[in-house]
């Protein structure tokens, strides 16, 4: 069993930055799949980035290109979302997600394991 622990959210004014941290116990995080998604009030949960468990392959959701960007530290068993030029749009939850040797995926039941959430607002 895995346990994710988001943390890092909060509130920002456009074109600011926040740098999301997602923190597993339980279990190494190094052969495990990532993500991050997130879920705007009566909307979708969708995906925002993802890494596959060997790190070496990633995908970013078109919306938020050239703008987030997902790592991972395993030592720490931590995976991170670096959020630039944010814009209003990009308020939402944003949901970690992880599923052991897991492959670089884009669907809500592709991964086995979920944090809680965190909050990120964007304040035009």
């Known amino acids: 069993q895995v346990r994710l622990v988001e943390s890092g959210g909060g509130l920002v004014q456009a074109g600011g930055s926040l740098r999301l941290s997602c923190t597993a116990s339980g279990r190494t995080m190094g052969v495990y799949a990532m993500a991050w998604f997130r879920q705007a009030p009566g909307k979708e949960r969708t995906v925002v980035a993802a890494?596959?468990?060997?790190?070496?392959?990633?995908s970013t959701a078109d919306s938020v290109k050239g703008r987030f960007t997902i790592s991972r530290d395993n030592a720490k068993n931590t995976v991170y979302l670096q959020m630039n030029s944010l814009k209003p749009e990009d308020t939402a939850v944003y949901f970690c997600?992880?599923?052991?040797?897991?492959?670089?995926?884009?669907?809500?039941?592709?991964?086995?394991?979920w944090g809680q959430g965190t909050q990120v607002t964007v304040s035009a």
């Open positions: 890494m596959d468990w060997s790190g070496g392959a990633t």
């Open positions: 997600a992880a599923k052991p040797f897991g492959r670089v995926g884009a669907e809500i039941s592709d991964y086995d394991y």
